[in-house]
């Protein structure tokens, strides 16, 4: 590859920030994708899908997520249901479910339930608590650890840290030694890109950890 020595500098402050949320999304990319369940104070369930997601604790286990504020500066109702309950389970978004995914993120108000809309099957686990997707083959059970505003208004995220309680797999793979991590052509997890792409993760390569030469 030609080494890349001359650069043009675009700064965020002078630009509108649609813009730098397109640029950011083509270059941070491909996101995993948390396909976010959970309920309401009233007890209507919600499902939504958030690329903003990645790991940021082994030991203890907590996830991130960056849910922003509406256009008009509300709470999501994922960010609204996180922080009234607390409790919330995180589904995998594979090749299979990506389209059904897709739908959960049409902005339903928060007493309509997308898991009805869409048409997606839910595992009931109890009163109380967010149900399982059924077209996830795992589930992160998450108990809200903080939610930091960073700002207020149009696009400001707010980082959602969650405590991973419980982690459910499928029976369909109860004979996998999970241990050894699950097998990514089971999950055909998908990834998020810019603007209206995403990505399989059926294309991959192997380089073993790097040590430092003696
Ligand atoms: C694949 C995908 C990833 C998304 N990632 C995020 C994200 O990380 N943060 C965010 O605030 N919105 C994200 N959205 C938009 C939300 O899903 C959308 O605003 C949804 O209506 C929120 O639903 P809720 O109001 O029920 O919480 C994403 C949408 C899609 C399709």
Request: overall charge negative; glycine content about 6%; aromatic content about 10%.
């Amino acid at each position: 590859m030609t080494p890349h020595r001359s650069f043009f500098s675009i700064q965020p402050e002078k630009e509108f920030w649609v813009d730098i949320y397109r640029l950011m999304n083509s270059i941070v990319q491909p996101r995993p994708i948390a396909w976010i369940s959970s309920l309401s104070a009233a007890g209507v369930r919600n499902l939504a899908p958030f690329s903003y997601f990645n790991i940021c604790s082994m030991n203890p286990p907590i996830i991130s997520n960056s849910i922003f504020f509406n256009r008009d500066g509300s709470e999501k109702d994922t960010l609204r249901n996180i922080k009234a309950t607390r409790h919330y389970v995180v589904g995998t978004v594979s090749f299979d479910n990506a389209e059904k995914a897709n739908l959960s993120s049409a902005p339903y108000d928060p007493d309509i339930s997308e898991f009805d809309e869409v048409g997606i099957s839910v595992v009931e686990r109890g009163p109380g608590k967010p149900p399982f997707i059924a077209d996830s083959p795992v589930q992160l059970v998450c108990e809200l650890n903080q939610a930091l505003a960073l700002g207020e208004g149009a696009g400001v995220g707010n980082l959602v840290l969650g405590d991973v309680r419980e982690i459910w797999i499928t029976d369909q793979y109860q004979n996998i030694d999970w241990k050894q991590g699950l097998p990514p052509e089971l999950l055909d997890n998908v990834g998020r890109m810019g603007a209206d792409l995403y990505s399989r993760t059926s294309d991959r390569f192997s380089l073993v950890r790097a040590t430092v030469p003696k």
